[in-house]
């Protein structure tokens, strides 16, 4: 499975997978896949970092796990492949970006690719998931690895934007030095979460590239239409 996450990352952690944990962790996904159907594809568990890679990097969305129906997972937290129906919490991602940046037409496609290649780390907290059985994989090690990954770029970049929606990613990134960087938090974007009024208004989507400018970096066309 390692020879799917690109030379560039493995440099980058090559200490934390080399650990006793990983090469475990790297067992255990095995076996899941031989022996259940999960998500995504084996190729694509670690799309979110060959999609953006470590240089670039200047926005994380921290999410829970894949999608875990067939066909939906593409190895970007929130993100489907082209052509799948757009999933409620995606919808709902899309609906306060058009708000928020006063957008005429919602995205129809819900393949969030060209984020992940404009700098935007779409990072679940677990990689894995068996079909239709969501948090299937949470008591596997994937949280020790993701939250490495987190530290790694905390301690070694400056002005990333950290984007924490529900308390699940807020407890995910406790560590981050809000010194260093910009943390934004409301809550979850499912349906759920939304209805009860804490989502929509957020206004993150507008506070990222405001923070982004500031620090001279290019803002993020978020509009997957464009």
């Known amino acids: 499975m390692l020879r799917n ?11 934390e997978i080399e650990k006793t944990y990983f090469q475990d962790l790297m067992k255990e996904v095995a076996v899941e896949y031989q022996n259940q159907i999960c998500f995504p594809p084996k190729e694509l568990i670690f799309e979110a970092f060959n999609q953006c890679s470590f240089d670039v990097v200047k926005v994380v969305i921290i999410g829970q796990d894949p999608y ?12 489907v492949a082209d052509g799948v129906r757009i999933p409620p919490s995606l919808r709902n991602i899309f609906r306060e970006m058009s708000d928020d940046l006063g957008t005429v037409f919602l995205p129809t496609s819900g393949n969030l690719e060209s984020w992940a ?23 596997l090690k994937w949280s020790q690895f993701t939250d490495a990954v987190i530290e790694f770029i905390n301690s070694k970049k400056e002005g990333i934007v950290f984007v924490l929606w529900g308390s699940f990613a807020q407890k995910k990134g406790v560590k981050i ?6 943390v934004l ?42």
């Open 185 to 226: 938090t409301s809550g979850h974007p499912s349906p759920l979460s939304a209805n009860q009024g804490k989502w929509f208004g957020n206004k993150h989507f507008s506070q990222v590239n405001d923070y982004l400018e500031a620090n001279n970096k290019e803002a993020i066309i978020w509009n997957t239409n464009s």
């Open 5 to 15: 996450l690109n030379p560039a990352w493995q440099t980058i952690i090559a200490d």
């Open 117 to 139: 290649q404009q700098g935007v780390l779409l990072l679940n907290a677990t990689l894995t998931v068996r079909q239709d059985s969501p948090n299937s994989h949470k008591h």
């Open 177 to 182: 030095d809000r010194n260093k960087h910009l």
């Open 68 to 79: 875990h129906g067939v066909g939906e997972a593409n190895g970007l937290c929130f993100s």
